[in-house]
């Protein structure tokens, strides 16, 4: 018996400690903005090297070419 009230108890404060999607207290575009700034971040910090290194790509290929082409008429 002392378990059930335990239990219903538990339950009662779980669905009054979560906040309601009608409730005007908490103001929907401040809870949604951080996470949109932080997913921004977070894509730019992973897109930078990505796009240093799709930069520099034509320049190893090439650069990697001529020394293979350089071993070529070393006669290796």
């Known amino acids: 018996m002392r378990i059930a009230f335990i239990l219903i108890f538990l339950c009662l404060t779980a669905c009054m400690a979560t906040p309601q999607a009608n409730d005007p207290a908490l103001p929907t575009a401040t809870l949604e903005t951080p996470k949109k700034e932080a997913n921004n971040e977070m894509r730019d910090a992973i897109q930078a090297p990505i796009e240093k ?5 034509d320049q190893v290929l090439d650069g990697a070419e001529k020394q293979k082409a350089d071993i070529e008429a070393a006669g290796g």
Do not use: I, R, Y
Request: hydrophobic share 40%.
């Open 53 to 57: 290194a799709k930069q520099v790509e």
